[in-house]
């Protein structure tokens, strides 16, 4: 059974960090490509960053030099260490499991991301 299990969302402060993690089981993380997605209310869901396999990376503009995907394939885990953070990332962020040699796509059950003052 594939669990993606994602944690380290909550409220914070304008200018604030939050570190978000995505454990996962079930999948060969090793070639499994992984992604940070949100959907804030009324929007549809976006892509915030993505890591293939091979350590390439690529971050959605608005988040470009404050937000920082990495994955530790000793813990089939990946994260998100969000820095600078500002009211437009409030959103539900869904962590998400790409196969790149078997066929799959699994999302995580998502955790919230709020920034107010």
């Known amino acids: 059974q594939v669990r993606l299990v994602e944690s380290g969302g909550g409220l914070v402060q304008p200018g604030g960090s939050l570190r978000l993690s995505c454990a996962t089981s079930g999948v060969i993380f090793s070639i499994t490509a992984m992604g940070w997605y949100r959907q804030a209310p009324g929007k549809e869901r976006e892509l915030v960053a993505r890591l293939t396999t091979g350590g390439n990376t690529n971050y959605t503009d608005s988040v470009k030099g404050r937000f920082t995907i990495s994955r530790d394939n000793a813990k089939n885990t990946v994260y998100l260490q969000m820095n600078n953070l500002k009211p437009a990332d409030t959103a539900v962020y869904y962590c998400?499991?790409?196969?790149?040699?078997?066929?799959?796509?699994?999302w995580g059950q998502g955790t919230q991301v709020t920034v107010s003052s």
């Open positions: 998400r499991a790409t196969g790149t040699v078997l066929k799959y796509d699994y």
